[in-house]
């Protein structure tokens, strides 16, 4: 198989631009669905801040763990709900040089009362 290079310098296209909603919550509202095997995603909805800026939807996915709510428990913590590890990413393109960054994080995640 013959690949031509030419074809892959074409100029890059325009990247749609994001239309906002004329009203957003000031709260995000959080949506939780559990999936077989104890794995868990919450989604977060977008929602503008008190000055204006524009926090984009979170997606998360974790799973639930005993072991973390029981040590939460013996240092004095009362954890209604802990989750390890929880898994979130984000991918981010510069408008000006059309760059893709990316991120990736793996953490823990407890709910109290």
Known sequence: MRVDRSMLAAPRAESPRVVLPEVLPAAAE???MS???GSTVL???ARLTSDG????PR???GNDSPQLKSWMKSAGIQA???????VRARMR?????????TA??????????
């Open 35 to 37: 999936l077989i095997g």
């Open 43 to 45: 989604l977060e909805t």
């Open 30 to 32: 959080t949506y939780q």
């Open 53 to 56: 800026r524009y926090v984009r």
């Open 59 to 61: 997606l998360t996915v």
């Open 80 to 86: 209604e709900r802990c989750m390890l590890p929880v």
């Open 104 to 113: 990736f994080w793996v953490s823990a995640r407890c709910k109290f009362y």
């Open 93 to 101: 393109r510069d408008e000006a040089t059309g760059d893709i960054g």
